[in-house]
């Protein structure tokens, strides 16, 4: 408690210099030390999303009849999407506000179908590897579903002859991840389509961080392995336009093979005095300006732009994943596209990334088996050198267990 409504408000202009006093304390991304949470491709792409989403901010994506324009947004964006990872001609899908959110209505979706084409009655269970994002579980938890998480083989990667061990009849969903986020690797999605295909069940590929840098890649030379529609067991797909599609936040695409898939994740309901309500997806109320900002952002950078775009962040991780193997670093697996996580043979990871944080750097850490993790954007191509030096002297500090109070003082 403590903080209540003023009695009278305050003119704006005073506001935004608080608000951007406040934030003087913040992640310093837009300086190029952040490597979690925020995905800079810079001020062009940060002008479209801001306008776009301002021209929008106040229209409701609830309502198809009284604003047609974001309805054909939308349309345009899932056509957009479905191109990019080889929908078939009946496939479908939606934006939600994240992955989070298009993770839950996928499993809604594969339950739902369950029900109707199966027959099944239990809870049923979904069974992914235990790199797989926790959204799965969140999901699962709110519908009262098991999860089985499996642990992954030696590379890091989806074990799909466990994972076919842990199938039984309940089972409503396989999960593989491209990439998981813990080492940004793409699990073997070919043989996980394989048994879903043999076990007649339903694939949901969670391409939450790769379903927007993949495609591009890809075409900017580099073999990655198939992981969308492209596999015929992939029935559902997440691919996040707020991480690498560089899109304003609250936006994401869950994606259907058919429309017969899609049709079990729309919510139908009626039987209330205000009449029926149809919503395809956990929102009531969707905000237009994320909508409007994915529309503009795409059709700003178009294939070129993204593959520009993404080339910077290749070349970063690329460059990065160098240095840091001359430091001692291991990198874990080999990462293909934005996301590398590095251990150390010798150091404490920890420390060395405590000391990091001393030096205005934020990223992410990997627990199994402890590493430092980053998740590179495009403003990142022009730091790598400076990450490189710091890192030096961070993990010399680590070693001659220097003070690391700063981190203890910001988290205790
Ligand atoms: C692989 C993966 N899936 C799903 C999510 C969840 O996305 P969101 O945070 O947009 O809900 C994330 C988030 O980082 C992720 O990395």
Not at 108 to 131: F, M, Q, T
Not at 346 to 371: C, Q, S
Request: charged share 25%; aromatic share 8%; glycine share 10%.
């Amino acid at each position: 408690m403590g903080t209540s409504l003023p009695e009278s408000g305050r003119d704006w202009p005073t506001l935004k210099a608080e608000m951007v006093e406040r934030g003087s304390g913040d992640a310093k991304w837009r300086d190029g030390k952040t490597a979690v949470y925020v995905f800079n491709a810079g001020d062009d792409v940060a002008q479209v999303q801001k306008e776009a989403y301002a021209l929008y901010m106040s229209e409701n994506g609830l309502g198809p009849l009284a604003f047609p324009s974001l309805r054909r947004m939308e349309d345009e964006v899932i056509g957009m999407a479905l191109s990019l990872l080889h929908g078939p001609e009946d496939a479908a899908g939606a934006m939600t506000s994240g992955g989070t959110d298009s993770i839950t209505m996928a499993v809604k979706a594969a339950r739902d179908y369950a029900r109707a084409e199966r027959g099944l009655k239990a809870a049923g269970n979904l069974v992914i590897p235990r790199s797989a994002h926790p959204a799965f579980d969140k999901a699962a938890h709110m519908m009262d579903i098991e999860v089985r998480r499996v642990p992954v083989g030696e590379d890091l990667l989806a074990d799909v002859p466990a994972m076919a061990d842990a199938i039984d009849d309940g089972t409503i969903m396989l999960v593989g991840s491209a990439p998981c986020f813990p080492y940004g690797l793409i699990d073997d999605i070919a043989a996980l389509s394989a048994i879903a295909g043999e076990r007649e069940l339903w694939l949901h590929v969670d391409a939450c961080v790769g379903g927007f840098i993949a495609p591009f890649v890809r075409m900017n030379g580099s073999e990655l392995p198939p992981f969308d529609f492209e596999l015929p067991g992939v029935s559902s797909m997440s691919a996040d336009l707020h991480k690498y599609g560089y899109c304003a936040k609250g936006a994401s695409t869950v994606l259907f093979r058919s429309a017969g898939r899609y049709q079990h994740m729309p919510f139908d309901f009626g039987d209330w005095p205000g009449g029926r309500m149809l919503t395809p997806t956990l929102a009531g109320t969707r905000p237009g300006g994320a909508i409007a900002a994915a529309w503009a952002v795409m059709n700003f950078l178009g294939e070129t732009g993204y593959q520009a775009k993404h080339r910077q962040v290749t070349n970063a991780r690329e460059v990065v994943e160098r240095g840091v193997r001359e430091l001692g670093f291991e990198v874990l697996g080999a990462p293909q596209l934005g996301i590398t996580a590095f251990s150390h043979p010798d150091a404490d990871v920890i420390a060395v990334y405590k000391h990091m944080f001393r030096k205005g750097w934020f990223a992410g850490l990997t627990m199994e088996p402890k590493a430092l993790h980053l998740m590179l954007s495009p403003v990142h191509e022009r730091v790598t050198d400076l990450y490189l030096t710091d890192l030096a002297d961070a993990l010399r500090q680590a070693n001659d267990q220097e003070s690391d109070d700063g981190f203890e003082a910001r988290y205790s």
